[in-house]
C-alpha cells in the first residue's frame, strides 16, 4: 500500500488530494485556510482526508505542496529585512529598476517600491569588464565595512549582485566569504548562484527575492514538516515549483524564487499529464475557475516555460502596459495568459455603452447575485445560470441553491435596461465576451508563440472550464475537446504526477560558427554533476535520473532567445547543422521571418535534471447505467434562436464509450459541461469526455 | 449593431497590434528597440482612421494618426498591393525626426482593402552629421536621410535595390538591416491577423463595427471632457536653449474648455529657429493628443474617434509647427516640454489631478565611432529618465520616464557587451527632487566611459538653466547637468552639443529632477526622515528647505526642534 498527498493552500481553502499509487483512485477532501499558521489547515486536511480513507500515516510515500506563500509574502510586503551589495556607482538599480511608467495615461501612477530600501543597498569598489576579466580587485575593507553595516542594521538576508557576475563570479564568492565571517548570522544569496544570466537588473531582482524569501519560506516548510512528523509521516516531502516539478523542502528552502507561481503550475503538470497518457502530446489547458481564467500550452508533452515574468505584476493578457509594474525574475515559470473572467467576474456597462465583463469580481464572498448572499452585480455565473446552463439545485452538488431570480434580477438593471435588451439576450452578451476574452488568451499562447490551434487538443478544466470549453474550440477550430473526470479538482492531481525537477542554466555567449563544443560540453557536464548530487541526496537511484539539454539562441545582435533541445553528447558537425536549421524554422515560425545567412549565436545552456517518479496508471471507469439522463432542462443557444429542451446527463452514470449528442448537459459534483448543437462527446474507458464536431 | 459582437471586435482589433509589437521587440536588433521599446504599431482602416494601437510610446501613436494618411496619399493608394511595405520618415509630409521611420502595409482580405497596419520604430542611427544622427544641425538635410515614402517591400519582396540604397547611408548597417526586418515581421503579423478578422466576420461586418468603434470612443470621451470646469487657462515656459543659441525657445499654452471641449492654443510660441528644437505638426498634435487622453478615462481606446476631439492652433511657421527645411531632430525637446506647459495651465482647473514639473525633456544621448574590436562602424542611442512631478496625495516617483516618452533603459551589461564603452555610474542624483508637501522625484546620473577609442558624441537634451516647475508652493526640482570628465577635470557641456571623444573620457548625464507640489513646510516630518535616511534628502536640506531637524545619531526628527523652527516660517 502506498499513497500520494497533494495539498493546496489557497486563501480561502486548503485542498487535499489522496492518490493510490497502485490503482491512481483518487480521493479529495476540503477545510478553511489558517492564513495565521497555514500548516495548522496543513495538518488538519491531512488527517482529515487519511481517516475518511482509512490510510496510515506511514503508507503516505509523497506528500506534495502547491503554495502562494512566496508570492503572498512579495505582494503583502512581508519578507525579510534585505540588504543588497553591488558594484560602487550602481547601487541605485532597484529604484530606477526599468525607469518606465506602468501606465502610459495614468498621471498618479506608482512605481513599484524597492524590495531594499535604498539605505540598505551599497556599492562596493570592484569591477569586471564584459568578458569576466577583473579591472578592479573587490576592496576587502570596503567590503567589510558594508557587512558590519548590515550587522548593524540587523537585516535578516542579504543578495549580492556585482556587475558581471555571470561570467565571472569570483568577486561575489569572496564577498560571501567576508558575510559569512563578519556576520553569519544572515542568509545570503549570490545571483551568480541563483540566476546567472546576463543584465544585472532582473539578476538582482531575482537574487533579492530568493534571499529576502528564505528565512520565511524555510520556517514555514519546517513548520509543516514538524507538524506532519509529529503526525507519524515519514513521507518525502516536496514543493511544486513554478515550472512544474518538485523539489525538497530542503531545495526550495534554500531557492524559494523557484516556487513563486508554484500553485497555477499545476493546472498545466495535470493537462501535460493527462494528454502524454492519452497520446496526445500538444495540448491547450485551459483552467476557469472563479475569479479568473488561464490560458496554458504543452508542446510534445512539456509545459511551455517563460522567464520573463514579473511578480507581484498587474494581470494582463497581451503586451506592455502593466510591464514595469511588478518584480521581474528569471527563473523558469510556466507560460500561462491569465486573465480576469471567472464565474465570478463582474459585468456592466460602460459609460459609452458598452458591455463589459471583469476585471471586477465578485469572488466567493458575496459571490454572484445568485448566491442570494449580498452579491447584487451580475456576474459570468449568473448569466450562465439565466441562459439554463448551470443547474440551480445542483451547484457544487447541490451544496448552494442558486436564485435564478435574482441573477435576472442584477442582469436585467445592470446590463438589460441600460442597453435595451432582453434579460437573455445580455445574458448571453455576457457569456460571448467573456469567451471573446478567453479567446484571446488562448491565441497568445498558441498563435502568438507561432502555433497553428487547430493542430492542439484543448483541455478544460475548473469549476466553470468545462461549460466554455466547447464554444471557445468552436472558434478557434480545434477539432477536439477534452474534459477530464472531476474538473473542479483536476488541477491537485498536477501535484500528484510530476516528476523531481532541478533547472540549471549557464550564459554562454559563442558565436556558433566558431563554436567551442568541448566547454559546452563541460559546461554540460559540469551542471549535471550538480544535479545528480541533488538528486542522489533526494534518494534517486541513479537509474531514476535524467537530464534534458536546452539552448537559447538568436540571431548575433538579437536580444530574444529561441529555446531549442540539444542531444546529450558532445555537440558534433552534423548535430550543429540540425540544430541552425532548427533555429532558422523556429524563428521563422515564431516571427514570420529567417534569416539563414546571419550569423547566430548561442546564449544561455539550460539543463534540466529528472528524478524520475513512478506515474499511476489512469483508473478505469464501469459500462454505462440504464439511466444515466436524468432530466431535461431548457438551456439558451444562439446558433439555435433560442432556449431548446435538453438532456442532462448523470457524468457518474456515463461508461466508457458512452456518446452524447448536443445539445446536451452534462453534469457532476465540481462542474457542468455543456455541449453545443451540431457537436457529440464520446466518454473514453477513462472517463474523459472527447467533444468534436458531429458527423454531417 | 450587436453589443456583443462590438467588444469582441474592439477588442480583436486591439490584440492584433499588440502582436505586431511582440513580433518586432522579440526579433529587432538594436537595443534602442528591442530593450528600449522605442517603437509603436497601429491599424487604420481603409480611409485612414487609427482604429486600434499597441500600447507603446505615445508620442509616436498621436504623430502616426497624422503621417500614416499623408503617406499613403501621397504615394497612392491605388499604387499599392497585397504584400507591400511603405517605408517613410519625411518631417513635413506629417513625420517627426528621421530616426522614426514608418513602415506602412496595406491589408487586403478577398481582394478587398481592408486598411493599412504600420509601425514606427526609432532607428539608433539614420546618417547625418553625427553618430546616432542627433545634433545641432541647421538644416533637416544635415540630419540624415529623408524617406519621403517609397517601396520597400513590394509584394513580399525586399527591394534590393532600395535596402541597399537605404543602408547606404547609414552607419550601423547590420543592426539597422536585422531592425527593418523585424519591422517587416510585424507588418506580415498584424496583416495577417486583421486579414483573419475580415474574413471571419465579413468586410462590411468589420467596417460597420470599426465605424461604431470611433463613435463609441468619441460618446466616452466627450463625456469625460464634459465633466472639466470651464475656463481659460494658459501657461508659458522655455526651452532652455535652441542648440545653436543661448536664446530660450519661448512656449505659449492657452487652453480653452468650453462645451465644444478643449482647445489648445499654441500662439505666441517662438518662430521656428535655424537650429534642431523646431517641432512638426504632427509632433505637436502627439503632444496635445496625450494631454487630453490624461485627462479622460484610461480605459477610453485610443484611435480617430479619440483623435478628433484633439483640438489644436499651432501656427506655422513657429517652433510648434516648423516648415521646411527647418532641423527637426530636437523637435521632441519642445514638444516634450509643452506637454509639462500644458499640464502647469491645467493645474488651474483640476489641481488635484495634474503633478508638479517633471523631467520634460528627451534627454538624448548618442554616440559612435570605429568598433576596436572588429573595426566596423557603430552607433548607439538611448534616453534617460528623470523625476516625475509631486502630486496631490504623493510624491512624484524617481527615475522615471515621463509623459509621452516612455523608453525603458538598457542593462549596463548588455551595453557594454554590445558596444565598446563601459557605464561607470548608474544612479539618483541626492537632494534632487524640488521640495514640496510631496517632493519631486529624484534625477538619474549616468557616466559613459570610452575605453579604448576615439569617438563622436552628441547629447540633445535641455533643462540645464531652469529646473521644473512646482505647483502650490512647492520648490522646483534640481536642473540637469552634462559634464566631460577628462584627466581629473569636470568640464560643463552645453545640453545640445556634439563633441570628439578621446580614451578614457566619461560623460556625465544628470537629468532634473521633478518639481514639489504644496508647502514643503506642511510635508511629513517621518516622510523627511525617511528620505534623509534614504540618503535622498540631505540633512541640510531638510533643515533649510522643510524645516525638519533630524537627528541621525538616533535617526528621529527632533519634533521639538523641528516645531520651533516650522513655526518661524
Sequence with gaps: MSYRLGIDIGGTFTDATLMDERTGETRIAKVSSTPHDPSIAFLRVTERILREANVAPQDVRYVVHGTTVATNAIIEGKIARTGFITTEGFRDMLEIARQIRPSLYDLQFEKPKPLVPRNLAFGVPERMDAQGNVLTPLDYDAMRHVAETLRDEKVEAVAVCFLHAYLNPLHEKLAGEILTEIFPEAVVSLSSKVAPEIREYTRASTTIINVSLRPLVGRYLQNIQTRLRDAGLNAELLVMQSSGGVFTFAAASEKPVFIVESGPAAGVIAAAHLGTALAQKNILSFDMGGTTAKAGMVQDGSPRITKDYEVGGTARAGYGSARGSGYPIRTPVIDLVEIGAGGGSIAWVDSGGALRVGPQSAGADPGPACYAKGGTEPTITDANLVLGRINPKFFLGGEIELDVERARAAIQKHCADKLGMDVVSAAHGIIEIANAAMVNALRLVSVQRGYDPREFVLIAFGGAGPLHANRLAAEMEIPTTLIPMSPGIFSARGLLVTDLKHDYATTMIERVDALDTRAVQDAFEKMERAGHNVLAREGMADTEIQFTRQVEMRYVGQSYELALALPNHELEANDISLLLEQFHRAHERAYGFSAPHEPTEFVNVRLTAWGKIAKPQLQEIGKTEKQAIKESRAIYFAERGGFVECPIYDRYKLGAGARVSGPAIVEEFDSTTLIHPEYDARVDRYGNLWIEQAPE | ?569
Design chain 2, 1 to 569: 449593431m450587436n453589443p456583443i459582437l462590438f467588444q469582441v471586435l474592439a477588442s480583436a482589433l486591439v490584440e492584433a497590434t499588440e502582436e505586431m509589437a511582440l513580433a518586432l521587440k522579440r526579433s529587432a536588433y538594436s537595443t534602442n528597440i528591442k530593450t528600449r521599446n522605442d517603437f509603436s504599431c497601429a491599424f487604420f482602416d481603409s480611409q485612414m482612421r487609427t482604429i486600434a494601437q499597441a500600447s507603446g510610446q505615445p508620442v509616436h501613436l498621436g504623430s502616426l494618426a497624422k503621417f500614416v494618411p499623408n503617406v499613403i496619399r501621397t504615394y497612392g493608394a491605388e499604387n499599392l498591393r497585397a504584400g507591400d511595405g511603405i517605408l517613410a520618415n519625411d518631417p513635413y509630409l506629417g513625420g517627426v525626426h528621421l530616426n522614426d521611420i514608418t513602415l506602412i502595409s496595406p491589408v487586403y482580405a478577398s481582394d478587398v482593402l481592408i486598411g493599412y497596419v504600420a509601425n514606427l520604430a526609432h532607428h539608433v542611427d539614420v546618417g547625418g552629421g553625427a553618430p546616432g544622427s542627433i545634433g545641432a544641425f541647421r538644416e533637416v538635410f544635415q540630419e540624415g536621410i529623408i524617406i519621403p515614402g517609397v517601396k520597400l517591400v513590394a509584394q513580399g519582396k525586399i527591394d534590393d535595390d532600395i535596402f541597399r540604397l537605404v543602408l547606404a547611408q547609414i552607419r550601423s548597417k547590420r543592426e539597422t538591416a536585422g531592425d527593418f526586418r523585424a519591422q517587416i515581421a510585424a507588418n506580415i503579423t498584424g496583416t495577417k491577423r486583421i486579414a483573419a478578422l475580415a474574413e471571419r466576420y465579413g468586410i462590411e461586418t468589420l467596417n460597420a463595427y470599426m465605424d461604431e468603434l470611433l463613435a463609441y470612443t468619441e460618446r466616452r470621451a466627450r463625456n469625460d471632457l464634459e465633466k472639466l470646469p470651464r475656463g481659460i487657462f494658459s501657461a508659458t515656459g522655455v526651452v532652455d536653449t535652441d542648440g545653436y543659441t543661448d536664446e530660450p525657445v519661448h512656449l505659449a499654452a492657452t487652453i480653452t474648455i468650453d462645451d465644444d471641449g478643449v482647445l489648445f492654443d499654441l500662439t505666441g510660441s517662438d518662430e521656428q529657429r535655424r537650429a534642431p528644437v523646431n517641432s512638426t505638426y504632427a509632433q505637436t498634435f502627439a503632444a496635445c493628443a496625450y494631454v487630453l487622453k490624461c485627462l479622460i478615462d484610461s480605459d477610453i481606446p485610443v484611435n480617430a474617434g479619440f483623435y478628433a476631439l484633439v483640438k489644436m492652433i499651432a501656427p506655422e511657421g513657429t517652433v510648434t509647427n516648423c516648415t521646411m527645411p527647418a532641423p527637426v531632430v530636437g523637435g521632441w525637446e519642445t514638444q516634450h516640454r509643452l506637454t509639462d506647459i500644458l499640464f502647469q495651465a491645467l493645474a488651474q482647473a483640476i489641481p488635484e489631478r495634474v503633478p508638479a514639473g517633471t523631467k520634460a525633456m528627451m534627454a538624448q544621448i548618442a554616440f559612435g565611432g570605429i568598433d576596436p574590436r572588429d573595426g566596423d562602424l557603430y552607433a548607439y542611442y538611448e534616453a534617460i529618465a528623470g523625476g516625475y512631478g509631486g502630486r496631490e496625495t504623493k510624491d512624484g516617483a524617481d527615475a522615471v520616464q515621463t509623459h509621452g516618452q516612455n523608453t525603458e533603459n538598457a542593462p549596463v551589461e548588455e551595453t557594454e557587451r554590445n558596444y565598446p564603452i563601459r557605464l561607470a555610474r548608474y544612479e539618483l542624483v541626492n537632494d534632487s527632487g524640488g521640495a514640496g508637501k510631496f517632493r519631486g522625484g529624484l534625477g538619474l546620473r549616468r557616466d559613459y566611459q570610452f575605453i579604448d577609442h576615439d569617438a563622436s558624441c552628441s547629447l540633445l537634451s535641455d533643462r540645464d538653466r531652469w529646473g521644473p516647475h512646482g505647483l502650490f508652493g512647492g520648490r522646483e526640482g534640481k536642473i540637469a547637468q552634462y559634464f566631460l570628465l577628462r584627466g581629473g577635470e569636470e568640464i560643463p557641456l552645453a545640453s545640445k552639443t556634439t563633441i570628439q571623444i578621446q580614451a578614457n573620457d566619461i560623460i556625465s548625464f544628470r537629468t532634473c529632477g521633478g518639481g514639489g507640489y504644496g508647502e514643503p513646510h506642511e510635508r511629513d516630518a517621518q516622510r523627511v526622515l525617511r528620505d534623509v535616511r534614504q540618503e535622498k534628502v540631505s540633512v541640510e536640506r531638510a533643515r533649510e528647505e522643510y524645516g525638519v531637524v533630524i537627528d541621525i545619531e538616533k535617526w528621529i526628527v527632533d519634533e521639538h526642534a523641528t516645531r520651533t523652527l516650522r513655526a518661524k516660517k
